[in-house]
């Protein structure tokens, strides 16, 4: 009977272990950090997100039908697209954990392109229904005064939460799985003191 009670102690701490380690099961919060905003650029001009992602138009075609754009992340082109309107645009970013050799494909960035507009001193694309999320591979992000160009429908630009991975503690998982172990051998020494 005692055995029984092991075996059930071991089960639900290795369960505790892998949710506390794997970062499919990591707390993140699901607010985005860009949350269905709306924007326009003109040819050669760029929209900074957080964690180092900004957005670029390069260019639109004579006919006004298509549209150049680029994604970077810290300066370096993660994707580019030509787009037309209606057209969706995204960005997955993919992790994979070592330890326990899973992969999880996250969306980062995501917009649509509502209008392009050609004109003789000027090129304009809009964007509507912009989002991006927090991506926890990348350093936590940070709102600052120039954030965003001013040039957007959206009046509040600053995202109402910081999302984070675990609890915004860090080392939040480490001192959660010490203290599982901690806990499970406790249980373990007293059911092996009982038998």
């Not at 701490?13 to 892998?18: D, E, F, K």
């Not at 006919?63 to 150049?68: E, P, Q, R």
């Not at 503690?169 to 406790?186: D, E, M, R, W």
Request: charged share 15%; with cysteine.
């Amino acid at each position: 009977m005692k055995i029984w009670s092991l075996v059930k102690i071991i089960i639900v701490a290795g369960i505790l272990l892998q949710e506390a380690l794997h970062p499919a099961f990591a707390l993140v919060e699901t607010e985005p950090l860009v949350n269905d905003t709306g924007l326009y650029l003109t040819t050669g001009q760029s929209w900074p997100f957080y964690q180092g992602y900004s957005f670029s138009l390069m260019s639109v075609t004579k006919s006004g039908d298509k549209a150049w754009v680029q994604l970077k992340l810290n300066d370096k082109v993660v994707k580019s697209a030509i787009l037309s309107r209606d057209e969706v645009f995204y960005y997955n970013s993919t992790t994979h954990h070592v330890l326990s050799n899973y992969t999880i494909e996250t969306t980062q960035v995501t917009l649509r392109v509502s209008g392009i507009y050609t004109g003789e001193a000027a090129d304009i694309v809009t964007f509507s229904h912009v989002y991006q999320y927090y991506n926890p591979a990348l350093p936590e992000p940070t709102p600052t005064a120039t954030a965003y160009p001013d040039n957007s429908n959206n009046e509040n630009m600053t995202p109402t939460t910081t999302a984070t991975g675990g609890s915004g503690i860090p080392g939040f998982k480490i001192l959660l799985t010490t203290v599982i172990l901690v806990i499970c051998s406790i249980f373990l020494r007293r059911s092996h003191e009982g038998i």
